[in-house]
C-alpha cells in the first residue's frame, strides 16, 4: 500500500461563501464523493469539514468546507469565528457565489482579507444551470479570476480544478524532497555515475537537492560513483538505510546492493516531488501493449548538445524497442515548448524536469492526461524497463514514506 501524503504537504483548498450558495455541493462535485451535507437548509454546514485525497492533476490537498459567511445570531457568530480560522491553514481560497444573491459585502470584505494574507483566491459562480450570469460583473469588483460551474449538473467542474492548479502557490514551504523517508541518522547513499552531459565540475541538479534535503533532515549523504560502490559497501560497518542511484545505473547497483537495501532513483524522488509518481508509474506500465510503429514522445525539458549516448535520443528508443520486439516511432521534443497535437502518441517520456517548477510539471501531465495519453518520466520508464520498479517503490511503501507529495 502506498502511503498517504502529511496534511502538511496538502494544498490546502478552502471553500468560503454564504449560506446555501452551494460549498459543499461543489466540494462533492470537484471530488465525485458524497463527502459534505448538502440541504436547501441555509447553515446546514455548522462546523469545518476537512477531507484530504488526490485530485489529478493537482495533487494531495485537503479541502476545507465552512460554514456560511453569512451565518447569524449568537451561534453563528461562534462559527463565523471558526471559519476565520479555516482561512490560516487555506493554500487557495474558493469565494463562492450565487447569482441569486446580489449583495456582495461580506464577499468584498472576505476578498480584501485574503488579499492582505496573500492567499490566492479563485471566484466561483455557482448554480449556472438555474441562471447563467456575465463573470465580467464580477471581476469590476473582485480582482480574481472567475469560474461559472454548476456543482448541481457538474458543468465546468473541471476548469474550476485547473484554476485552482494555476493558481495555486507553487512552494508548499517545509517540504521534504527525501528527508521524509529516513529517519535522523540515516546513512543513505547516493550513486552517481561520471556524468559526461553535466557541465564540468559539477552534481547534476537532483544530486544537489537531494544532499541539501537529507542534511536539512539530520540523516547522512554518502556519495559515489557506481564504480566505487562496492568499494563502499564493504568498508561501511552498517548498512545503507536508503540507496539512491540514477536510474542508468540501477542494473549495476541492483547487482552489488543486498537485496533487502531500499533502492530508488533521483527521477523518482523528483516524480514525487514535483507531479505524480502514481501516473508516472501506471504510465510505464502501458509500455507492455506498445506496439512497433506506435509513436512516443520523449520529451526534454532543457535544451543540451545531444551526445553520444544520450539517453533522450539513443538509449531509450533503443530500451523501448527492444521491449516492444520492434522499432517504436520515436519523436524527441525539447524546451519549454510542449506539442498541442498529444492525440497521435501513445506515451509520452518526460525526463526528470529538475529545471521546471512543479506547476510547469503538472501542466505538462494535465495536458497528456487531458489528450488520454499515458505519462512517464525517464527514471521511471528506465526502471520499468529494466525490471526493477517495484522494487524501487519500496523505499516510498508504508512505514517508510509517501508516495506522494508536493
Ligand atoms: N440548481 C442548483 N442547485 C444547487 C447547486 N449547488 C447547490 N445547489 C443546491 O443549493 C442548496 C444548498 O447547497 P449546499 O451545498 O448545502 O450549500 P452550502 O453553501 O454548503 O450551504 P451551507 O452549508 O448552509 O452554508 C441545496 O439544495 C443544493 O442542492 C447548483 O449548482 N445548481
Ligand atoms: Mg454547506
Not at 190 to 201: C, E, F, I, N, R
Not at 300 to 314: F, L, P, Q, S, V
Request: hydrophobic content about 45%; some cysteine.
Amino acid at each position: 500500500m502506498l502511503n498517504q501524503a502529511p496534511a502538511a504537504s496538502r494544498l490546502h483548498i478552502g471553500l468560503f461563501g454564504r449560506r446555501n450558495v452551494g460549498k459543499s455541493s461543489l466540494i462533492n462535485a470537484i471530488t465525485g464523493q458524497q463527502i459534505a451535507l448538502v440541504s436547501g437548509q441555509p447553515g446546514t454546514t455548522t462546523d469545518p469539514v476537512y477531507k484530504s485525497m488526490e485530485i489529478l492533476p493537482i495533487g494531495p490537498v485537503m479541502f476545507m468546507d465552512t460554514a456560511g459567511l453569512d451565518d447569524e445570531g449568537e451561534v453563528g457568530t461562534l462559527r463565523v469565528n471558526k471559519t476565520r480560522k479555516v482561512m490560516d491553514r487555506t493554500d487557495v481560497a474558493l469565494l463562492v457565489f450565487s447569482p441569486q444573491v446580489a449583495d456582495w459585502s461580506l464577499e468584498l470584505e472576505w476578498y480584501q482579507a485574503f488579499k492582505a494574507r496573500k492567499i490566492p483566491v479563485v471566484g466561483v459562480i455557482n448554480r449556472i444551470d438555474e441562471n447563467d450570469v456575465d463573470a465580467a460583473l464580477f471581476e469590476e469588483y473582485f480582482d480574481v479570476p472567475f469560474v461559472k460551474v454548476s456543482s448541481k449538473t457538474g458543468l465546468y467542474v473541471d476548469k474550476l480544478t485547473e484554476a485552482i492548479q494555476t493558481y495555486a502557490p507553487v512552494d508548499l514551504s517545509g517540504v521534504a524532497l527525501v528527508g521524509d523517508l529516513v529517519n535522523s541518522d540515516a546513512l543513505v547513499v547516493l550513486v552517481a555515475p561520471p556524468d559526461k552531459q553535466s557541465p564540468k565540475g559539477r552534481l547534476k541538479l537532483a544530486q544537489v537537492q537531494v544532499i541539501r534535503d537529507l542534511l536539512d533532515h539530520h540523516a547522512m549523504a554518502l556519495t559515489v560513483t557506481d564504480d566505487e560502490l562496492p568499494t563502499l559497501l564493504a568498508s561501511l560497518n552498517r548498512r545503507p538505510d536508503l540507496v539512491i542511484a540514477d536510474a542508468q545505473v540501477f542494473d549495476k547497483v541492483t547487482r552489488v546492493l543486498p537485496g533487502d537495501v531500499l533502492l530508488t532513483s533521483f527521477s523518482m524522488v523528483l516524480a514525487r516531488f514535483k507531479g505524480d509518481l502514481g501516473l508516472m508509474v501506471e504510465g510505464a506500465r502501458t509500455i507492455d501493449s506498445l506496439k512497433p510503429g506506435d509513436k512516443v514522445l520523449i520529451a526534454e525539458a532543457c535544451t543540451h548538445h545531444a551526445m553520444e549516448g544520450d539517453i533522450a535520443r539513443e538509449r531509450l528508443p533503443q530500451w523501448l524497442s527492444q521491449k516492444v520486439g520492434g522499432d517504436v516511432s520515436i519523436t524527441v521534443n525539447t524546451g519549454v515548448d510542449f506539442p498541442e497535437d498529444l492525440g497521435q502518441y501513445k506515451l509520452v517520456v518526460h525526463c526528470g524536469a529538475c529545471m521546471f517548477n512543479r506547476r510547469q510539471v503538472t501542466t505538462r501531465l494535465q495536458k497528456a492526461t487531458q489528450a488520454g495519453v499515458p505519462v512517464t518520466n525517464f527514471g521511471v520508464a528506465i526502471a520499468y524497463l529494466k525490471g526493477v520498479l517495484d522494487s524501487s517503490l519500496r523505499a516510498f511503501e508504508d512505514g517508510h514514506a509517501s508516495i506522494e507529495k508536493r
